[in-house]
């Protein structure tokens, strides 16, 4: 979807290394979601924010952090990579708080090895 | 615990057939439920979703089943194309408008694959 773009759309790192994901609006969109998905698992909520600074936590934030300086970008950090972290990550947004308003990034598939 | 469980991982069926993918969830709290589609290398789309104030919900060629007192909600693909051919994730949500934040808690997702 062009109004979301995920960035980058592919990462290999090594654990124990910082890693940063980008999600980018350009949808003046309030809410912005992190999921990962995982074989058997589906998509897990990560963190989500509801407005500029405004973070709260998801069901598996465990090792991660997020940033929201600004309405247009929301940033996912593995502050210290393991190799469970290896996933796909899916940003989405929401401009009503409603679910059928869900946008999904294409992903970012990240490799921790 | 899983609240969300899809407990098929796949579904084969013919063309021009009948889809049923199955949920069921534990949360009593959930009020509203969505099916979301998911192609290879691209993310979900949304494709079609329920109130816990209805018991079904139609849109052309899906209709969307819930049992409350089952706890249980269905997808029914009526006819079945190839191009349905996807992953199906059901999701749940448990906030009211008022404090809505938008959370979604999804399944495992099932795989379908429709046989020209």
């Known amino acids: 979807d062009a109004g979301i773009t995920q960035s980058p759309r592919h990462k290999v790192t090594e654990t124990g290394t910082p890693v940063t994901l980008r999600c980018h609006q350009t949808e003046n969109h309030r809410y912005m979601y992190w999921y990962r998905q995982d074989p058997g698992h589906g998509l897990r909520l990560i963190h989500y924010s509801y407005g500029v600074k405004d973070t709260d936590k998801g069901e598996v934030s465990d090792g991660y952090s997020v940033s929201r300086s600004k309405t247009e970008d929301f940033l996912l950090t593995l502050e210290s990579a393991t190799s469970s972290q290896t996933s796909v990550y899916f940003c989405a947004i929401s401009g009503r708080g409603d679910w059928d308003g869900y946008t999904f990034g294409s992903g970012t598939r990240l490799t921790v090895v | 615990d899983q609240q969300v469980k899809q407990n098929s991982p796949s579904l084969s069926v013919q063309e021009g057939r009948i889809s049923i993918l199955n949920c069921d969830y534990t949360?009593?709290?959930?009020?509203?439920f969505l099916w979301y589609k998911k192609y290879p290398a691209e993310g979900p789309t949304f494709l079609i979703s329920i109130s816990s104030i209805k018991d079904k919900n139609e849109d052309g060629r899906f209709t969307v089943f819930l049992n409350k007192s089952a706890k249980h909600l269905s997808l029914h693909i009526v006819p079945s194309q190839p191009g349905d051919s996807a992953v199906y994730f059901c999701a749940a949500s448990a906030g009211s408008s008022s404090s809505n934040t938008g959370k979604l808690i999804f399944g495992q997702g099932t795989t379908l694959q429709v046989k020209p």
């Open positions: 949360n009593s709290m959930f009020d509203y």
